[in-house]
C-alpha cells in the first residue's frame, strides 16, 4: 500500500478493546504512540480515549457502549498531545519509515519528509534503556511536549516513555 493513506487503529466496533486485551496498562499510552507515529491516518474509537474496556467475546454491545459524557482522563490528555504532534508534523503524516532500534522492549524508527526527521521512540519496559542512534545532530524537539532534547548518540529513554523527536 505504498503511497496510500489508511487508517490506523488499535481497536473498533468489531474487536475487544485494546484495554482489555492489555495485560500492562502502563502499555496504553504507549500503544496511542506507536499508533500516531507510524504510518497511516490514526483513528481512535469512541471511548478508548479514555480507556473504556470491552471484550469480543461479551458481545456487541460491551464493544458498542453508549456514554453520557466523555470521561476526559490522562489517556486522553496523552492522546491529545500524540494529534497535535502528527497534525504538526509533515514527517508523521506522509513520511516514509526506517527502522532504527529494534529490541524486544524498545524500538526507534525515523519518519521523514522533504527534509523534515521525526524519530519515533518507545520504550515499553519498565527499566530504563539507552537507544544508540546518530541523529546528525546533538538536541531535538519533542513534538509531544515540546521539550528540547539532548541527544548523545542516541537517547536514555525512561521506562515506559516515548518521544518524537524532530531533528533539523
Known sequence: YKGRHLLSFVDNHDVSRIASILTNKAHLPLVYALMFGMPGIPCVYYGSEWGAEGRKEEGD??????????QWNELSD???KLAEAEKTSKALQYGGFSSVV?????????????GEKVYVTINASDQP??????????????????DKVALNGGLDLPGYSAYYLCVK
Do not use: K, M
Open 102 to 114: 529494534l529490541t524486544n522492549g524498545q524500538c526507534v524508527f525515523l519518519r521523514e519528509y522533504e
Open 129 to 146: 534503556y539507552h537507544a544508540g542512534f546518530d541523529a546528525g545532530c546533538g538536541e531535538a524537539l519533542d513534538l509531544i511536549t515540546g
Open 78 to 80: 496523552w492522546i491529545a
Open 61 to 70: 454491545p460491551s464493544l458498542r457502549l453508549s456514554y453520557e459524557e466523555p
